[in-house]
Each structure stands twice: as C-alpha cells, then as structure tokens.
C-alpha cells in the first residue's frame, strides 16, 4: 500500500499547488486574457504559428518530458523514496512550475523571444550575449547526449534494410520512423485540408496504434554511424520547415504515448496494490552518501526533469511562446505541464521501488528497462499481458529520444541568430555584412547539429554527466533572469529569491567538485581526453555562470535603489 499513497499524496499536492499556487502566480504577474500573443501579432506561418491550447499542451508537455522525469527520479531513487518524493513534489510546484511559467509569460511580453532577450532587456547587451552563448553549451550537450541516446536505441547489427522478426532497437527505429511519417500526414490534415482537431486526433491515435502494432512486427535496421547521419540530416529539416508540418503534430500525437504511457502505470500501482502481485522495496531513506554521491548536490542536480530542468525555459520561450494563443493558456501549459511532469517523476520512483533490488544489484541496463519491468512487474511477472506491456513501454519511452533533439535543434537555431543580431534587428535580414551570414537561420544549426553529431558519435558518456549540472544551472540563471525583468517592470518577483538562490549554489557546487576531481586526475596523470573535455566544459560554464551572477545582482541592487 506504501506505493498507492505515494502517488495519491503527490496527485493531492500538485493539484492544490496548481489549484492556489499557479493561480496566486497569475494574479501576481498579470495574465491578461484580452492582449495580443506573439503567436497572433506576429503570425508568419514557419515558427510564430496560434496552436489550439490541446495541441501546444502536447508539444510542450512532449518536449520538457522525454526521458528525463523517468531517468532522473530512478537514478536518485538510490537516497530513498522520501528525498525524491518531497524534491518532486516541493521542486515541482514551487521550483520547476514557477521556472516553467515565468519562462513562458516572460517570453510572451518581449514578442515570443528566448530567455536572451528577457536578460537584454533588464541586465544589458553583454549579459544577454553571455547568457546565449552559456545556453548553446547546453544544447550542443543537449544535441551530443541524444544523438548518442537515438543512435545506440536505433542501432543494429543486421543488415541493411527491413526484418520480419526485428529485435527491440529494429521496432523502435522504424515506429520513431513512422511517427515523422504521422506527423505530416497529421499537420497537412488539419492546417491545409481543414479537418477539425477532434476528428484528426482520433484518426491519430487510431494510426499509432496500428503503426504501434507494425512495429511489433516489422523492423527497420541500420548501423549506428548510419543513424548518427541520417539523425543529424533529421534534425536539420526539423529545425527549419514551418512547426505545422512536423513539430506541432509530433508532439501533440506523441504526448498520447506519454497519456497512455502514465495511465497504465496508475492502473498498475492500484492493481498491484490490491492483488499483490508487485512489493514496493525502497526504503524510505538510504542514507546522506551514495553510489551517485552526496545529496547535496546529487539529488538536485540527478532529478532535474521531474523537479526542475533548465531546459524547459528554452522550450518556454524558444517554440511555445510562438505558438500560445491566448495568455489565459500560459498557466496550464507553462506551470500544469510541469507538474505533470512531476507526477511522473513520482511514477517512475514507483516503478524502480517494484524491482529496487534488481536495480542496484545493475541487473538493467538503463532507467528505461527498470521503469517498464516495474510497471509490467505490477500487473504480475507471470501474467499474459507482462510481455505486451513491458514491449510497449520501452517503445513508449524510447520514441521520445527525438522529440527532445529535434526542439532542441531549433532552440539552438534562434538562439544562435540572436546572438548575432543588434537591438532592434528582428532577423538576419536587417543584418549587414558577416552578421548577416552568421544569423541566417542555416549557418547556426548546421554548425550546432555537426558539432552535436560529432561529439554524439565519440559516445562520450562525461557529456551525459556533464548536462546534469550544466542543465539545472540554466534553471538557476532563468529564475535569475524573469525575476529580474520582473522587479524591472515593478511586477513580485520575490517567489523567486530561494529557487533561483538554491539552484545557483547546488549546481555551481556540483560543477566546482567536477573541476576539483578532473583537476586531481590531471595532476595524477591519469586523466583521459574525456576528463580533459569535462573539466574545460564545466570550468568555462562556472566562469560564464558567476559573471551573469554578478550582473544579476548588480540589476537587483539598481532596481531597489529605484525603488527606495
């Protein structure tokens, strides 16, 4: 029963931090339903483009996901269940949530611009041109680390072309494939030939169950280097075409896989609970030293997406802003989002707690494999529909690998213009000479996507390590930056003083004991390119990070001397 008030504890308090802390947030900033989004006022068909509130709901819920909330809580689950239930659920309403919405109502009043503009905007030029260069760190980590994911989950080692009896990677490959497929099928339905959003849905989810069911049986294979290409030529187009054509429709169709995905999951937890076919083996706390470290910083920093991730205030302000019809939507999506999210995080925390002994003593491979062994696990090892649901699952959760590369491919691609373009320069068209070529939307992601790619190929497993800190730091510096424009335009931004205050110390620290380790190695000798490559990342990110502090607080003491 341990498992079923779990997650009936984190469905009560997230709903009432939606309920009274969202809806307080709101009030506090000024949503106002009848003002003009940059989605309508600035309508151009390719990246500004008013989506139904369902829809966005599906491409942001589907891009601030993927695998994290369901990497991060198992990999933390070593602390015990408490530590990450109570990070979650208290990160989620009050740390994540308030990042997640600030992010999003921020970006809609500087005209669907990133964080970048926010930070200009109340900090200077200088601060904006540090940050955005700080952010596209991030996302070449972003970019490596999930060419890496696909391309390992997509890899065989038959030959080329399509199998009768595909093995996991195969099936994947080829219903990640078909989804691509779906989604322009999907956008040209409702954007060009007219039909209405509900009847398109249905026909949606009527045809990724059948591709779902395809895939079972047919796969596709390819080698891994292969996949790296065809991955970065992918993600390429992505980034470029209009977002009706692909990344609206993909990730409102996809976020169905993750509905579905979590709807399961509850039904096990009850199921299980009842019928007593899974035991919950967590303790409730392991002790202050772990596998993975201390829990200051570890937890904070391993969690990330089912608490708190940075990343999302890029997906906030890069592709939702521009697509967010109405400001009355920014709640549900920006803060409801997240904290559904959350519940996630919880469920995967359930889903390890299944098979806790099995995952320490290493017995699978990743979170991924744990999570969907504990849900299918619920319903009975031995039972008929174990397989079913086990395959299911890991389909659900590895589809979701290119979701996050191709809107992070995109992100990478305005920010790399903004940080090119002079106050008052809306595109690279009112740009001049060199400017001009480097801010043309083709320059910086193909630049950012052969990096990626390059790096995701080396299968380095320290950029993976890396993006954890360096991820919840951009959170720090996003609280920092909307609580500064916030104070600037007289708005409360005193909810953001401890969040924005907590995640800076957490992750500087944590990258500092990256720096301190890497530094010993080298001094020992013993160090290897990879430390090299960590230690000069995570040194430059702790250096652009403390600058943009300091500018931080140096815009905080100005404002309150306005003030006084």
């Known amino acids: 029963m341990t498992a079923i008030l779990i997650i009936a504890a984190a469905i009560v308090l997230l709903v009432l931090g939606y309920s009274y802390y969202g809806s307080w947030l709101a009030k506090q900033w000024g949503i106002d339903p009848s003002r003009k989004t940059p989605a309508v006022e600035f309508e151009d068909g390719v990246d500004y483009v008013a989506a139904k ?5 599906g491409h942001h819920f589907s891009s601030i996901a993927g695998a994290g909330p369901i990497n991060g809580p198992i990999q933390a689950s070593v602390f015990g269940w408490l530590p990450v239930f109570l990070w979650c659920v208290i990160g989620g309403i009050f740390f994540g949530g308030l990042q997640d919405f600030g992010s999003l109502f921020a970006s809609i009043r500087h005209g669907g611009k990133s964080v970048g503009e926010i930070i200009q905007d109340s900090m200077g030029d200088r601060a904006k041109k540090l940050f955005i260069i700080f952010a596209l760190l991030v996302l070449i980590l972003v970019i490596a680390s999930f060419v890496n994911v696909v391309a390992g989950t ?3 080692t038959n030959p080329l072309g399509f199998t009768a009896e595909p093995t996991g990677n195969e099936t994947t490959a080829i219903v990640s494939l078909g989804f691509i497929l779906l989604a322009i099928i999907y956008g040209l339905l409702t ?6 959003t509900l009847p398109a849905t249905v026909i ?16 596709f294979a390819m080698g891994r280097t292969a996949w790296i290409v065809f991955i970065g030529a992918y993600i390429t187009i992505a980034s470029l075409v209009p977002v009706w054509i692909l990344l609206q429709p993909r990730d409102y169709l996809s976020s169905f896989l993750l509905y579905a995905m979590m709807i399961v999951a509850l039904l096990g937890i009850v199921f299980s609970a009842f019928a007593g076919t899974a035991h919950f083996e967590i303790p409730m706390f392991t002790g202050w030293t772990t596998s993975i ?17 940075g990343f999302h205030s890029l997906i906030s302000t890069g592709t939702s802003s521009k697509q967010l019809a109405n400001e009355a939507d920014a709640k549900p999506i920006g803060y409801g989002s997240m904290l559904i999210e959350s519940a996630l995080g919880i469920i995967s925390l ?7 002994t099995k995952y320490t003593s290493g017995e699978f491979g990743s979170p991924a494999v744990a999570f969907a062994t504990g849900i299918a696990t619920m319903f009975g090892e031995g039972s008929p529909i174990y397989g079913t649901i086990y395959a299911m699952l890991t389909l659900a959760v590895s589809v979701f690998a290119l979701t996050s590369l191709d809107t992070g491919t995109r992100l990478s691609r305005f920010m790399f213009s903004e940080l090119f373009l002079k106050e008052g320069e809306a595109s690279y068209k009112d740009a001049t000479g060199i400017r001009r070529f480097l801010a043309y939307p083709l320059t910086g992601t193909l630049l950012m ?7 995701g190929g080396l299968s380095l497993s320290q950029i993976w390590g890396l993006f954890g800190a360096a991820n919840q730091l951009l959170a720090g510096i996003a609280l920092m930056a909307v609580c500064a424009w916030l104070g600037n335009v007289g708005k409360n931004n005193k909810m953001f003083y401890i969040p924005m205050a907590f995640m800076l110390i957490a992750t500087i620290t944590s990258l500092c004991m990256t720096v301190s380790a890497k530094v010993g190695m080298v001094g020992a000798g013993t160090a290897a390119w990879g430390d090299w490559f960590q230690l000069l990342f995570a040194a430059a990110m702790v250096i652009l990070a403390l600058i943009l502090v300091v500018e931080g607080i140096q815009t905080f003491f100005k404002t309150s001397k306005k003030k006084a």
């Open 53 to 57: 509130p369902a829809v966005l709901m």
């Open 154 to 156: 997509f890899a065989s």
């Open 191 to 196: 954007n060009r030939a007219g039909l209405k």
């Open 204 to 219: 949606g989810i009527l045809a990724i169950v059948a591709m779902l069911i395809f895939g079972l049986n047919t796969g």
């Open 293 to 309: 470290g201390t829990l200051f910083p570890a937890l904070f920093i391993t969690v990330a997406c089912g608490a708190c991730s």
């Open 350 to 356: 359930i889903a390890v707690g299944m098979v806790f």
């Open 449 to 455: 996507v052969v990096i990626g790619c390059v790096l």
